[in-house]
Structure formats: C-alpha cells, structure tokens
C-alpha cells in the first residue's frame, strides 16, 4: 500500500477503542451493498450472498460500477473509480503464507508473538514496533510514541528490518499453468527435450523429445489414448517419450514411443540442461536390467525438483512472474 499508493497502515492487537478512519465510510458503503444484496431476498427465497465470493461480487456490481456520467453529475467531486479485489483464503489465486518466517526480529523484543501494535514506515521491510499498544494518548495519535503517555505498559517503539527467508507468492490455478503450455509449446523446438505433466498416480511428469518438425498443430479426428481423449481442435505437439529405466528411477532412456501431447500439459522447455550421460562403465545394479545399447541419462535433482514445482496447480507455489524463467521460457 506504502508502496504504490502512499498510503500507510498500522496494525494494533488489543485495543480498547478505535478511531475513525478515512476508509471507515468506504468500508460502511461495501457492507451497506452486501446488506441490501441480502434484504432482496423475498420471502421463502434464500439470499444470493452465501459465501464470501458472493459478497465480493455484490461488491464488485452493486458497489463498484461508477460511471464517469454520475461522478460528472456529482460535479466531479467525491469518488471517481473503486477497484474491487477478490483473494481467496485459500486454493488457487490465494496467497502462499506457508513461507518460511523473517528471522528473529531483535534480540530485546524477542518474537513476532510479543509484538502487538506494528506501523508502516513508509520504507519497505521495515517496521516499527512496540509490545503493547496505545492509541489515546495525544503523543500516540500524532504518531510520537516516544512521548507516549503509557509508556511504561506498552514499551519503548523500535524500528526494526525484516529480513524474510522466502519471498510471498500467488498460488496458480491450472489455468495459468495451461497458458504457460502454449506458450511453451510454441516455443519448442525440433529435438528439443520438454517435461509434460501427467495426471498419474505413479507418474508425475515424463520427459519427451519434440519430433515433429510442423511443431504445434490441431487434431483433425476425435480418438482416444493413455494422455485422454483427444479432440477434433485441441492443439497438440508430436513427441517421441523417454522412460525411465525402473519405476521411479531418474535414468531415462529413449524409447520407440511416439504420439501426440496436449500443448497445455507442457511444463518446462530445455530440459537437456538437466540431464547427462550416465557414466555406463560403472553401471549401478539399479539401471542393469535396462538395454546395454542405449544410452542412459540421468536427471538432475535439481531440475527434479524444478518440474515438480511446476506441476500439480493446487500447490504450485510460484508467482506468474517467476515461472515463465524457471519453465525455459525466453521472456
Ligand atoms: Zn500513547
């Protein structure tokens, strides 16, 4: 908020009273719209407000439709534009709180738990704090806590630096992780070596070389196979599969099995970065059932682990904005 709008925000746990606010009448108006949403309901009829999605669409429609012409005819004066917000608690497009937390705040404040009155001051990763909170006395409310009348119950303020192990993220829906695909999908090139999410139990993902030298094209014919069901329109890419040697292991070979994917499972491009020769002179008793001809791969753990971050929608942890980069793609 600071940081785009100017605008700061202060956080107090166990207060007595509270003061009036510029955003108060904004707030009052969005519950107002919520309120009136519910009183349509006729009688016998339930409210079309059940859920807290349902009020952010009230919110969003009732509330948040401002025409230029009616802030015209209000002479240009009060609200021109609300922006309406919807985040899920949880799930797709909710926020991913489960990040490991800053360090240990200060050695004389102790943990975040002690803390209970925490402002904005207007520089990024820094706050200032103080173990109890007040808001009444005439130095607090000008934001002078030095001169706190009850400083002896809430403590001195001390502004401290956050230094966060992880960075917060938006978890993506499969829809984004979809267009990712295409897009992906397009980019690949001939022989080009791709991870592709797969809906297994067993099997996560597989790595698959591209073989068709048209690249992208669109399914003339409905038919079926082991990816799905295949529909005349669907936009697929022509692969030949590597597999690897026992179930599980991260040796792959090539096999003879070629056939179409669906753009939209593709997950990551350049995936021979992350895979060397194995060394057969020293074959390990894991991979001896496999062929003595082919060649062996192996996969990193680290592009492992890569993949697995960018499959499975419900817990991909990564904000849109890193994953085109970690997926090989060039912008
Ligand atoms: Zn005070």
């Known amino acids: ?80 534009r609300r922006f309406i917000y919807w985040v899920p608690a949880s799930g797709t497009g909710s926020i991913n709180r489960n990040f490991q937390h800053c360090q240990t705040l200060s050695s004389s404040l102790g943990g975040i738990k002690s803390l209970h009155h925490l402002s904005d001051v207007g520089i990024p990763g820094q706050l200032r704090v103080r173990t109890g909170s007040c808001h009444r006395c ?81 399914i ?18 022509d692969v030949r599969k590597l597999e690897p040697v026992s179930a599980g292991s991260s040796h792959y070979e090539y096999t003879e099995k070629v056939f179409p994917i669906f753009v939209e499972d593709i997950r990551k491009r350049r995936m021979a970065e992350h895979l060397c020769e194995a060394d057969l002179s020293r074959r390990s008793t894991r991979i001896a059932g496999s062929s003595g001809e082919k060649k062996i791969y192996v996969l990193s753990a680290a592009g492992k682990s890569t993949i697995l971050k960018l499959i499975s929608a419900e817990d991909s942890v990564f904000d849109r904005r890193d994953l085109a980069p970690l997926a090989g793609s060039t912008n």
């Open 138 to 218: 005439a130095g607090c409310q000008r934001g002078a806590f030095d001169l706190c009348d009850n400083i002896r119950f809430v403590g001195p303020a001390e502004v401290i630096t956050l230094h966060p192990k992880e960075k917060a993220s938006i978890r993506l829906g499969r829809h984004a992780l979809s267009d990712l695909g295409v897009k992906l999908a397009g980019e690949a090139k001939e022989h080009e070596l791709l991870a592709v999410e797969l809906s297994y139990a067993n099997e996560a993902f597989m790595l698959c070389e591209v073989v068709s030298t048209a690249g992208v094209y669109r």
């Open 220 to 237: 003339e014919k409905d038919f079926e196979s082991n990816l799905g069901n295949f529909k005349s329109g669907d936009m697929v890419l």
């Open 1 to 80: 908020m600071q940081y785009e709008h100017g605008i700061r925000l202060e956080h107090v746990y166990q207060v007595t009273a509270h003061a009036k606010d510029l955003s108060d009448s904004e707030c009052g108006g969005a519950k107002h719209a919520v309120d009136k949403r519910q009183m349509m309901a006729k009688e016998g009829e339930t409210s079309t407000v059940k859920e807290p999605y349902d009020a952010y669409t009230t919110i969003r429609d009732d509330y948040g439709n401002l025409t230029l012409d009616r802030f015209l005819k209000r002479g240009g004066v009060g609200i021109f």
